[in-house]
């Protein structure tokens, strides 16, 4: 399936990769296409800068948000949430229209410091801001409760025993995730309900980065016993 | 251990029993003992009215909230989050000076109907509140992250398997805390830091109702895989 996921960073690059190893078409895409190929720094993680991680992974193309976007049929929104509305809006609506977008971002505000809080919270979320501004794109709020690293690996970490949400008003979109969420390994798959539990799955993060502070890794997941 | 239980409603009974059970010599503070004890009718969710648990358990004393808690060494806060501060007041600063409070309360606002959100959060939380306005008390918060039933008998699910977070200023009163909680039966007790820290085990709640809906009970428990 042709993909776009937006965003060059370490999520962006990870959902990427193993998008393409199994077998997808993908293309990232960038707000610019030229600025995102003459880096040179590693960026606050410590990752490589993206051309680096591009060179080693010819097969994913990079284009601009709008025309990535364009090309594919299911979009994966791993941009900044702070800039998610605006990256989207850049992709353009009409590239958005009738297509699932995955959307992993947490609206982390980090004007306050570490650790961050939330950009919005409590009685609305950014999965439902984005889908109150592309009514016509079928949202799926996912992955976004843990480690990059685990999100396309969750076997790697305690034999895959813990858990993934969806929140989403669209079924098919969300059985649409769950089938690319099971082929990156996932068993267990907890669907909340429609778009407004995007709440509770982003409030999520202020505890996340507590436990990334008392447990010192981020190497952690939730797993809702039952 | 001579403790307070604030609150008569299903969390205070079922901590209050649990308590004493272990051999404590627990007294159930309320507001108006006349008004508790004249109880005839079911809560909201089905529980037999107070006088009727309380003849069950007769080692159990009842008394106003600033009788109950000056008599105590440890005071737990089973009130309702929306009127703890106002509880916390009635039962006295100097009653509750130099000792440890247990905050099991979750700060929720029903005002908007089911499920419902939360009266502070992201940048601030009830545990805070209650520590800046008795700042010569220890509050710790825990167990507000699950269904009553489980706080008190983690083994009669999934073996025990499941954990439960501390937040809290003081080190020692977080230590007579998971005392308590191993004695409970609690055996992965992570503490996640100063009382600033309760902002995100308070903001779990939200994914915690949806949980509840999507799952169809409230048996179900967060375990941090790591």
């Known amino acids: 399936m042709p993909i776009a996921v937006l965003g060059t960073g370490p999520v962006g690059q990870t959902i990427a990769a193993k998008l393409a190893e199994l077998g997808h078409e993908v293309t990232v895409g960038t707000r610019d296409v030229e600025v995102a190929m ?83 919270s409590n009685t609305d979320s950014l999965g439902e801001q984005i889908q109150r501004r592309f009514p016509d794109t079928r949202i799926v709020k996912a992955l976004n409760t843990m480690s990059a690293y685990l999100m396309v690996d969750p076997k790697q970490f305690a034999g895959g025993d813990h858990t993934v949400f969806l929140s989403g008003n669209d079924d098919d979109a969300k059985a649409t995730v769950a089938e690319l969420l099971r082929s990156f390994g996932w068993a267990d798959v907890i669907d909340l309900g429609d778009i407004t539990t995007a709440r509770g799955a982003e409030m999520v993060l202020p505890i996340w980065v507590r436990l990334m502070g008392a447990l010192d890794t981020p190497m952690f997941q939730f797993k809702i016993v039952r």
Do not use: C, Y
């Open 38 to 120: 003459a880096r040179t720094e590693v960026d606050m993680f410590g990752n490589p800068p993206f051309p680096e991680w591009q060179a080693q992974h010819p097969d994913i193309g990079v284009a601009t948000l709008s025309d990535a976007a364009g090309a594919a049929e299911l979009v994966v929104n791993a941009t900044n949430g702070a800039g998610s509305i605006n990256a989207l809006e850049i992709a353009g609506e009409e590239n958005l229209t009738g297509k699932v977008l995955l959307d992993i971002a947490n609206p982390l505000d980090f004007s306050q410091g570490m650790p961050p809080s939330l950009l919005v």
